[in-house]
């Protein structure tokens, strides 16, 4: 078997022998196993529909030669569960748009202002007639569009990108405050709009529940609410304490009313819940004042707001004033500033990153701010502190913006104690092998030498590797993995596959009864099979993050090919360390560095580093003892159909395009069998050369490749 075939280990179904068909029956059921919870309870899938169906198709197949491995365990047993593909998609009758913001008085002054020109202009508005405008809270969920007619519920949506949305209609219906059908005399067609969130206590209720259950917990009630809203399954969305307020429309037709506090009054006679604080004000001061009552409000609000929306009350005047781009220019959303509070600070802490890197950290007195208790805030590095001249003992000003991290602003001069000290960032890392600090990068990013040795960045090494994008394995999280290491359970990721060896011993430990132990086990097992970019990303490689990986996955396309990529390219740059252009990469360093600086966002500083990673024996030694135990899937190529008109072509595009986007052009050239790169080389078959074009142009002349016009090419593509 060549080493792809085993990487990818994908024998066919009537040559498995009965043990193999066993083991592999039992893999399958625990993937498909794992793919439905991520799809139906997790909103998370990992994998696409045709992926998910393959897995299927060989489980079933495996079945139907060995009728006796079918129990009722089997996910071929379960009816009900099959995934459909996700939600249908639903265009809005009229667009749900979003809205400007105001943080300052200045901002705010601005938009009162817009809005007396416009309609000075656009109407015989008086220079002293009052502007009426509805003020309501800016809730913190997420809109969603319900389509009436005549009076029934017939389709809910999801806002999407505002022009088309998500069918969610099952799951709206399970909402109590979404009347099935409108109260009264009901317009032959409404799209009612507003907002679908959830109340404070009952997310921490929920996210108790879901903890006790193992389940997946939220940050905050808005991804408590869309997380619910998005399930697939709606008898789970009707278990979420989901509500509704009403506060807008789309296309409705006849309209009865010609204010928004009017609508407002029929949208209660209809059935709905609308925010009982939504006021009129008939002045800009009364606008203020309402902001004013809003912000001391806030914190005692059952649910999070994050500002306040005021909306041109008149819909005539809302007609005369109209849109710009995609946000109203009758209404505006005036925002809250980030949540603030006072607290001591006990110290500052230094923690050490998987890299190395020392962060500094401000150890808090526990503080509430706007709702969340904060005992830590970053201090982002050295010059920060230097900047901020926090000392130990201080009484700091800490700010809170939505989901950011914690931040500390400031001291309060009156209040430092007498003799605080300056703050002195260590010149040795809290590390056990309290290696001599370096600086780096223009002095601004600390590190720990230790590297590999590093008993700090080794347990952050193996949480970045459990954590939720890369291995995403339930039950290693928190502490654990510290504890386990600690405990010389864990040093490598590879122990992380061998922890079964370990049961007895981890059974023995404290708060590990029977079950965890075994679902740990099974959290491990169904990650035995690991997409390609996901292996990437959990290495760790520095400057290789999420998305690069996914790139890299691509481009090399399965574990072995990338594997041997990297290793070559390191050896190559290893013979020739010189400074390099991308340009010239292939030709001064070697075809694999060369190829690997060329990947979209990757350059010559992370192929370096890359490199220099792979020029690791230890690091090596990792991947190996992983791929020993481990399938990674490689990305599946798109099937070129012999006759294709580019098959084998390699084609690049370059200069401006007229007609259609980079995207479009290299879409088009791959569904006709076609390779597209960026740069050119004897390699290349054609480059199509749009306006303004550069070296790439001439260097296709120089090499006497094939060139052609946009023109040329629309024909020959179309
Ligand atoms: S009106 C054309 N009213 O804010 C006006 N939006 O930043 C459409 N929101 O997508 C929106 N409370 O999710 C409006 N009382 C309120 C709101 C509100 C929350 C959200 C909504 C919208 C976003 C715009």
Redesign the pocket.
Known sequence: MSRAAKFKAALAVDELTERQARAEHKRLSDEIALHDKLYYEKDAPEISDADYDRLRQRLKAIEDRFPQFVDMFSPTQRVGTTPTTAFAKVRHARP????DNAFTDEELQGFFDRVRRGLERETDLKPDEEIAFNC????D???ISLRYEDGEFIVGAT?GDGTTGEDVTANLRTVEDIPHRLKGKAPRVVDVRG?VYMERQAFEEMNRRQEAAGEKTFANPRNAAAGSLRQLDASITATRPLRFFA??WGEAEPRSWKTHSEYLKVLRSWGFRV?PLSHLCRTPEEVRAFYRKMSAERPSLPYDIDGV?Y?VDRIDWQDQLGFVSRA?RW?I?HKFPAEQARTRLNGILIQVGRTGALTPVADLEPVNVGGVMVARATLHNADEIERLDVRAGDMVIVQRAGDVIPQVLGYVPEQRPKGAHKYHFPTHCPCPLKTRVQSEEGGVVRRCSGGLECPFQQVERLRHFVSRNCFDIDGLGGTHIENFFNDGLLKVPGDIFRLHEKEREIKKREGWGEISVRNLLAAIEARRTISLDRFINAIGIPLIGEATAKILAQEYGDGDAWLDEMLAAARERKKAPDAVKKEKAAVEVGPSYGRLCNVEQIGVTTADAMCAFFNEGHNVEIIRDLRRQLTVEGVARRAIAADAPLRDKTVVFTGELSTMTRDEAKARAEELGAKVTDSVSKKTSLVVVGENAGSKARKATELGIQTMTEDEWVKLSS
């Open positions: 749900m748009l979003s809205l309501e809270p800016k809730i969920g997420l809109s806002r907002e506060y807008a925010n929306v909306k109203p209404a959303a």
